[in-house]
């Protein structure tokens, strides 16, 4: 017998090419191979409607989101209310099937009384209202500090929402714990996020250069790289280069007067492919420990070496698979060590120990099919 789900993200998760996104695609494709027919319900946010969802989908519907000014008149998180639409709930009461919550941002109509006997399951993508203090934190312009810091206030007083949820699958073991205890009766799940690797490609040899990469806009990013030109790729003599969508002029501005620093803004799936795998070391920090850092992922499945600060590996379980250096002078002695070590098949060999079975797609997929469908075996 075939079984179907309705799955509602947040935005139009095609080309699968950021964090959020790419959780949410890779899900999809999981479930798709394990048999389950999706019906994906996803908010118009800055991308076109997808060929590539509509040949793995059963359906695809599209929203408009409610974007402006008269949208953040509401006790409601701004994030949460834009997506309201009576046409998704009009097509969520069109069957009888589950209905997954790709993150809080999606959850308008989780507590709806018409759907109160529904399965509901929560993925959970971060603690929202820590991560909106941290891009406040981070903020300079005071308008957008301002909306990040009344979002987290509205966001913690939503999260409560989140008991209408049969299940609730989350990224990090941080989060798992924390979800556990606001919610005691509630069955909590740690569930990595799935991405673009089936396997471990990562090459054997060495190379002569670091790379850091990231959603180069996102405030959070261009933080973490503006550290590492002005702390540390400066002061090393190997060529650093700074790779993803959309970087800011500052970022170019403080990169220009050092040589050995390279700003390779929006790298084709062909580049970016390239500097993956041939990098000897990818230089991952973030000042934020929410959720789990997708880049992380795919840097331990395709590249060399990884040096990562603290909060770059809070709760995700992958300490072991990096080199941690927290102060300017730590990251430059371990990258001066690890540039004069070629990859062995043996490390690789231990790599792909580690990282299976807890974060392969294929075997979370199957789990996450079996916590949907036989939940009780």
Same mark, same amino acid.
């Given at each position: ?25 890779? #899900? ?11 019906? %994906? ?10 060929? @590539? ?7 695809? $519907? ?27 709930? *009009? ?5 009888? =099937? &589950? /209905?997954?919550?790709? +993150? ?7 507590? !709806? ?9 929560? *993925? @959970? ?5 820590? =991560? ?21 206030? *509205? ?5 409560? /929402? ?21 919610? &005691? ?9 799935? !991405? ?6 990562v090459r054997t040899g060495s190379s002569d250069f670091i790379l850091y990469h990231g959603k180069l806009s996102v405030t959070e990013n261009t933080l973490a790289a503006l550290y590492l030109i002005k702390n540390v790729f400066c002061k090393l003599d190997y060529p650093c280069i700074i790779a993803g969508m959309n970087p800011p002029s500052s970022l170019q501005e403080a990169a220009a007067p050092y040589p050995n /620093? ?12 390239? %500097? ?16 789990? #850092? ?20 809070? +709760? ?12 300017? #002078? ?7 060590? %690890?540039? @004069?070590?070629?990859?062995? &098949?043996?490390? /690789?060999?231990?790599?792909? #120990? ?10 979370? +997929?199957?789990?996450? $099919? ?8």
């Open positions: 017998m075939n079984k179907y789900i309705n799955i509602v993200a947040f935005n139009i998760p095609w080309p699968a090419n950021y964090g959020g996104v790419i959780d949410v695609y890779y #899900k999809m494709l999981a479930l798709h191979r394990c048999g389950v027919r999706i019906i %994906l319900h996803c908010f118009e946010y800055e991308r076109p409607h997808s060929p @590539e969802l509509e040949a793995l989908c059963e359906k695809v $519907y599209y929203y408009k989101r409610r974007t402006g000014l008269l949208a953040n008149i509401t006790k409601l998180p701004y994030n949460v209310y834009s997506r309201k639409d009576p046409e998704l709930l *009009r097509n969520l009461l069109a069957n009888e =099937y &589950p /209905i997954l919550f790709d +993150g809080l941002h999606s959850c308008y109509y989780i507590d !709806h009384p018409q759907l109160q006997n529904r399965m509901k399951i929560y *993925r @959970e993508s971060n603690i929202e209202h820590d =991560y909106y203090r941290h891009l406040a934190k981070a903020e300079v312009n005071i308008i957008k500090k301002c909306f990040f810091l009344v979002e987290a206030w *509205r966001f913690e007083r939503y999260q409560k /929402i989140l008991k209408h949820a049969d299940l609730m699958i989350v990224v990090s073991v941080t989060d798992t714990e924390y979800l556990r205890k606001i919610f &005691p009766g509630k069955k909590v799940e740690y569930m990595p996020s799935f !991405h673009i690797n089936d396997e471990v490609t /620093i390279k700003i390779e803004a929006n790298p084709s799936d062909k580049r970016m492919d390239y %500097l993956t795998h041939e990098a000897q070391i990818h230089m991952l920090i973030t000042f934020q420990d929410t959720g789990l #850092k997708l880049k992380l992922l795919n840097s331990l499945f395709a590249g060399r070496y990884t040096i990562v600060n603290q909060e770059m590996v809070t +709760g995700s379980g992958l300490e072991d698979l990096c080199y941690i250096a927290n102060t300017p #002078k730590e990251m430059i002695d371990t990258c001066k060590l %690890l540039m @004069e070590q070629p990859m062995t &098949p043996e490390l /690789i060999e231990k790599r792909r #120990k580690l990282l299976f079975p807890n974060y392969s797609n294929k075997q979370q +997929g199957e789990r996450l $099919y079996n916590l949907i469908y036989n939940p009780g075996e």
